[in-house]
């Protein structure tokens, strides 16, 4: 009896050795099971990426599979089932306030501070809330910014929108901006300093009728007056763009190859300009849209999904990203690289992003006012401006 525990002793002894060998070999219990989603159109180069992603660790052995799962369908897809979703998949960031209230995402800690130091401002307000960061923006793809005829306009010129007003009406020329839209019409207020926020009970909470509010309403008022304003959809836009009319417009990445084929080797585009606001030049800002990679809160190795989150949205990836599906970068110094900067359209997004703000914290109780507001100045409204700004607030606020 003595002798078969002796050899049944040995023999765990031994299984405990190979079990420990398995391990510093590189054996079956090393392997770090990640699951990925993307969508359709990436799954090419996140297979690439995760290969890159393998060889830059080799000190450790994943088993990474990818699925597929659409930015806009994420959020559904990983509250049906949070136990089965993937450890790190890509959604839109104006789904975060809701992935963060059902508990779906993991806090990115893993290198947070070399994550925002290289990350465009807006991308990472995008992915904030209550001083906690819940992923990581891979690109800055859904914005706007200015097009403009560069054998209208000099670089110079296009800096300053009432330098714009004045060139276009002196010449009888139109600029072009859908100001009765809260998406475009947000750009005056936010640019001076106005905010959208979301309080403790969950409630719209705007500024946009206070002392600069009053000032920015009383701008827009004044741009809407021009003779060289033109507002309106799309359709409307590139209408007049082909006729030669309008010669500067704000307008997104989408309408890139419109502007390129109307406005021939004048082709250009930049980020928004600056205003006079009382005396002091205030810069525009506007809200963007960017893709970002959660990790699930479910995932039972953070810090290894927290890493190939990093990685897939770092630099390099990102440049690859652009030059695979020309998707505009929110990597500070993916967005200044060359390969960038030579497609107008987005080297302007890029620019534009610094001063975009994230539409996480704008409700929809904000889009119909807002839109109510701008259609007042685009029919000339002469009344008070504050008691116009008064109403959009309230009616916002309710």
Same mark, same amino acid.
Request: charged content about 30%; proline content about 2%; cysteine-free.
């Given at each position: 009896m003595k002798k078969l525990i002796r050899i049944f002793f040995v023999s765990l002894v031994t299984l405990s050795l190979v079990a420990c060998g398995a391990k510093e070999n590189g054996g079956d219990a090393e392997v770090i099971n990640l699951k990925v989603w993307g969508s359709q159109d990436d799954q090419q180069l996140l297979a690439e990426l995760v290969e890159d992603f393998k060889e830059a660790n080799a000190d450790k052995e994943f088993n990474i599979e990818l699925g597929v799962v659409a930015e806009p369908d994420a959020k559904d897809q990983v509250l049906g089932d949070l136990e089965t979703a993937a450890d790190v998949f890509a959604f839109a960031n104006d789904q975060l306030r809701d992935l963060v209230g059902a508990g779906a995402l993991y806090e990115i800690t893993l290198n947070k501070d070399k994550i925002i130091e290289e990350q465009m401002e807006g991308a990472i307000d995008a992915v904030t809330l209550d001083g906690k960061m819940y992923g990581i923006p891979f690109t800055a793809d859904n914005g706007?910014?200015?097009?403009?005829?560069?054998?209208?306009? $000099?670089?110079?010129?296009?800096?300053?929108?009432? @330098?714009? !007003?004045?060139?276009?009406?002196?010449?009888?020329?139109?600029?072009?901006?859908?100001?009765?839209?809260?998406?475009?019409?947000?750009?005056?207020?936010?640019?001076? &300093?106005?905010?959208?926020?979301?309080?403790?009970?969950? *409630?719209?909470?705007?500024?946009?009728?206070?002392?600069?509010?009053?000032?920015?309403?009383?701008?827009?008022?004044?741009?809407?007056?021009?003779?060289?304003?033109?507002?309106?959809?799309?359709?409307?836009?590139?209408?007049?763009?082909?006729? &030669?009319?309008?010669?500067?417009?704000? =307008?997104?990445?989408?309408?890139?190859?419109?502007?390129?084929?109307?406005?021939?080797?004048?082709?250009?585009?930049? @980020? !928004?300009?600056?205003?006079?606001?009382?005396?002091?030049?205030?810069?525009?800002?506007?809200?963007? &849209?960017?893709?970002?990679?959660?990790?699930?809160?479910?995932? *039972?190795?953070?810090?290894?999904?927290?890493? !190939?989150?990093?990685?897939?949205?770092?630099?390099? =990836?990102?440049?690859?990203?652009?030059?695979?599906?020309? !998707?505009?970068? $929110?990597n500070l110094k993916a967005a200044e690289s060359d390969e960038v900067k030579e497609n107008i359209a987005l080297s302007a997004l890029a620019q534009q992003g610094v001063f975009a703000h994230s539409q996480k914290d704008v409700l929809g109780s904000y889009w119909e006012p807002a839109e109510a507001f701008g259609e007042e100045l685009e029919n000339g409204y002469s009344g008070d401006i504050k008691e116009l700004l008064d109403e959009m607030v309230r009616q916002i606020m309710e």
């Open positions: 706007y910014f200015l097009y403009y005829d560069a054998n209208f306009f $000099s670089e110079d010129d296009v800096k300053s929108l009432d @330098k714009i !007003l004045e060139k276009a009406e002196a010449e009888g020329k139109q600029v072009f901006m859908d100001v009765s839209n809260g998406w475009y019409i947000a750009s005056f207020f936010l640019g001076a &300093g106005n905010t959208i926020e979301i309080d403790e009970d969950g *409630k719209q909470v705007v500024d946009f009728n206070n002392d600069i509010g009053v000032k920015v309403g009383e701008y827009i008022r004044d741009f809407t007056a021009s003779k060289a304003f033109l507002t309106g959809d799309d359709d409307i836009m590139m209408s007049a763009v082909n006729d &030669g009319k309008v010669v500067a417009a704000v =307008s997104g990445a989408w309408k890139a190859d419109e502007f390129e084929a109307a406005y021939g080797d004048g082709y250009a585009a930049t @980020k !928004l300009p600056e205003i006079d606001l009382d005396g002091e030049k205030v810069q525009m800002a506007s809200f963007a &849209g960017y893709k970002v990679y959660g990790i699930s809160s479910a995932t *039972k190795h953070p810090e290894e999904a927290m890493a !190939l989150a990093e990685f897939l949205s770092n630099e390099e =990836s990102q440049v690859k990203r652009f030059k695979a599906r020309s !998707l505009g970068p $929110s």
